[in-house]
Structures are given as structure tokens and as C-alpha cells.
């Protein structure tokens, strides 16, 4: 099958839904499809064999956060000469609401439509008011998939319709299977995100590392991620500063290493999430998580049965729970037991079933229409 896949954020500057584009691409090419993925992306950016660049993206606000986008004439002729090149079997758009090649796509491509519909925001005025403008775009879609009950809800509730829910996948045995770092190993708490971005919670965990640390005095912190790292620290105790460990960005293989070899990883995300791919991994890793009460992430952790919740950006409750499991190994180990054995439902190897079963469904139908309208043409000209 020749599959297009639309990614609308910038592949310069990595997050949840380009990973889940890059894997979902990479399962499809090992099972013998041939996929393209359109992105924005520098011109400087080292891209691979199967991402075809629609031209540098710009920052725009976005859910909460600040995505890098591509927009205007220019993406549009782009996107118009990737579609007229691939010659699709199916077209497979992530976000297509969002003011980037979603959207322009579309409006271009002709043929079956898959989209992928990754945000969780009850309360967005912005998509409300664009409705006539996304409506016509919307009605050529030609099946819907939301990645958790949360973002079916965003769409049922603003865009109308519906949507079947698959969530984001993981290469479970990739996490299962790093190999711990010694150095990153003892009475350690994990965190990986966006240092300068509120939602992604470190602020919240900064506010109860005091805590932390001064009943577990041999605890320490590891950060993974970009951002300002003098100012991620600044609220902290001077002496407290040197057990917060930045690492930067890490490589997906030194990711898989972190997440293996800490002793609880902590997602304090005040909200804006409609999934947790970052849980999923962690959960791989085998790692024991303890992360916010947003409603995505209570899903992905089973309602609690396979990772502890706290109330979310109640760093008291954070630090409560923290200082409980980092004293109760016994606790870690069941955790980490139960997480294991739930994460198998997000592998590739269901996830990438599920999709393609929805490719199929839309590609047989449209052979199906197709036929019946040569059939249709046939009897005219006959006379029938």
C-alpha cells in the first residue's frame, strides 16, 4: 500500500505526535509499505529517507504551547506536488484542524482520508469559531481516529461527528530492553519534557524537591530535556541545586537508559495532554510512575492500577507520594509488575494492526464507490 502521512509540527524540534508519526512511518516501511511523510522542517535539518521537507515552519501558540507550524502558498504548492507525486493509496493526516499541512492537505488531496485527531482541549473558543472554516475540509475525511477518549470528546464536542480510538503506540521491547546506567542509578526521580514549558509540570516537582530531599537525603533528581536550566533550579535551596542533574536532550537509546534506570519517574503535567506517550515508554522501561490525576493520564496508568496518581499540581501530594515510594521497594516492584504487563496493549504490534485495519477500510470502500460509478457509467452509456 503507498501511504502519505501528514506530520503538522515542525520535525526540527522533536514532541509526542512527530514521535508517533516517525514510529508509525517506521512500523509501516517493516511490513513492506511504502510511506512518505510531508513535514515542516529547516532546510539544514537532517530528515530521513522517507520525510519530504514542506519548508521551514514558524512558532505559533497553540493548545497551550507553542508549536512550529507551516502555512501559506508556498506549503500549499508543496503539499499539492507531494500528493500529485505519491499517487496515495490513502492519505493519513495528523491534527488536521490545526493551522498547518493538515489543514492545506485537506483541502488538496482527493481519494481516501484518514485523520488522527491528538488534542484534548474542552475548552477551545479558537476551534469553536473556526468550524465554518474547517467544515468543508473535514467532510472529505473519510474515517477519523482519536488517540484517547479525551480527544474524542474535544471532537465530538467542537467539530461534531465521530471518532474510533487508537492510541499512540511504543516499541515496548525497545524500552524493556536498555540497558540501565550505573551512574544513573540509586534513589533517583526521573523527568523528561520541555524545561520552559508550564504544562509539562517541572515547576510543580521543583516546588516539591525541598521535601524530597530532605527526607530522602540521598535522592536525586535527573532532568532530560531543553530549556533554561539556571532557571528551572532557581527556586531551590543553594544547597539543594547540585542534586538536580540536567542531562539536555538525550537520544532515544540514552532515553530508554534513563527510564530503565530510575527509581520512580514523575509526569507532574498541569494539563493540555491527550495521551501520555511518555508514560507508555516509562512503563516499558519498566519503571514505576507516578504522575498527575489529569484525566489522559489516569487512563493510560489504569485508572491508578498500574501507576500512582497524584492531585494534579499539588506539589505537597506529589512530594508525599514521592518520599513514600522511594522508601518502599517492595511497592516500586509491584508497580513496575502491573505497568509491564498493561503497556503490551500500546506495542506496534496492536496499534499498527488497528490503523492499517482502518486504511483498509477506507480504501476498499473507495475502490468500491469507484467500481460502482464504472459500473453506473457503463449501464448509461449502454443505455440500461
Not at 74 to 79: E, F, H, N, Q, T
Not at 110 to 121: K, R
Request: proline share 6%.
Amino acid at each position: 500500500m503507498r501511504i502519505g502521512i501528514v506530520c503538522p509540527y515542525s520535525w526540527d524540534v522533536p514532541g509526542g505526535v512527530q514521535f508517533h508519526i516517525r514510529d508509525l512511518a517506521e512500523h509501516l516501511i517493516r511490513l513492506g509499505h511504502e510511506v512518505s511523510v510531508l513535514a515542516p522542517a529547516d532546510d539544514d535539518t537532517p530528515l530521513p529517507p522517507y520525510v519530504v521537507s514542506a519548508g521551514r515552519a514558524v512558532p505559533v501558540s497553540y493548545n497551550g504551547s507553542v508549536a512550529r507550524l507551516s502555512f501559506g502558498f508556498l506549503s500549499a504548492a508543496r503539499v499539492r506536488r507531494w500528493l500529485h507525486d505519491g499517487t496515495f493509496d490513502v492519505v493519513h493526516i495528523h491534527e488536521p484542524t490545526s493551522p498547518s499541512l493538515g489543514l492545506l492537505t485537506c483541502w488538496a488531496a482527493q481519494g481516501p482520508i484518514v485523520a488522527t485527531f491528538h488534542t484534548s482541549n474542552p475548552r477551545s473558543r479558537a476551534m469553536l469559531a473556526a468550524y465554518p472554516i474547517l467544515q468543508p475540509a473535514l467532510e472529505k475525511i473519510s474515517a477519523r481516529i482519536a488517540v484517547s477518549e479525551y480527544a474524542r470528546r474535544t471532537l465530538v464536542e467542537h467539530l461534531g461527528g465521530d471518532a474510533v480510538v487508537i492510541p499512540n503506540g511504543v516499541d515496548v521491547d525497545f524500552f524493556a530492553g536498555a540497558e540501565p546506567k550505573a551512574e544513573w542509578q540509586g534513589e533517583t526521580l526521573g523527568f523528561i519534557g520541555r524545561i520552559d514549558e508550564p504544562r509539562k509540570g517541572l515547576p510543580v516537582l521543583m516546588k516539591a524537591l525541598p521535601r524530597i530531599l530532605t527526607e530522602r537525603p540521598g535522592a536525586r533528581l535527573l532532568v532530560a530535556g531543553r530549556g533554561d536550566e539556571e532557571e528551572a533550579v532557581a527556586s531551590l535551596p543553594a544547597g539543594m541545586r547540585s542534586r538536580v542533574e540536567f542531562l539536555g536532550m538525550v537520544s532515544d537509546e540514552d532515553k530508554a537508559r534513563l527510564l530503565r534506570s530510575v527509581d520512580v519517574y514523575v509526569a507532574p503535567n498541569t494539563g493540555g495532554e491527550s495521551f501520555g506517550i511518555i508514560l507508555v515508554e516509562a512503563l516499558s522501561a519498566g519503571a514505576p510512575v507516578l504522575a498527575a490525576d489529569l484525566d489522559a493520564f489516569a487512563q493510560v496508568l489504569d485508572q491508578g492500577a498500574a501507576g500512582e496518581l497524584f492531585a494534579n499540581e499539588d506539589a505537597d501530594a506529589l512530594a508525599d507520594a514521592a518520599i513514600r515510594l522511594l522508601g518502599d521497594g517492595a511497592r516500586r516492584a509491584e508497580l513496575s509488575a502491573r505497568g509491564s504487563a498493561h503497556v503490551r496493549r500500546f506495542d506496534w504490534s496492536t496499534v499498527g494492526a488497528d490503523i492499517l485495519a482502518v486504511y483498509e477500510t477506507v480504501t476498499d470502500g473507495a475502490a468500491a464507490v469507484d467500481t460502482d460509478e464504472k459500473v453506473g457509467g457503463l449501464r448509461a452509456r449502454l443505455g440500461l
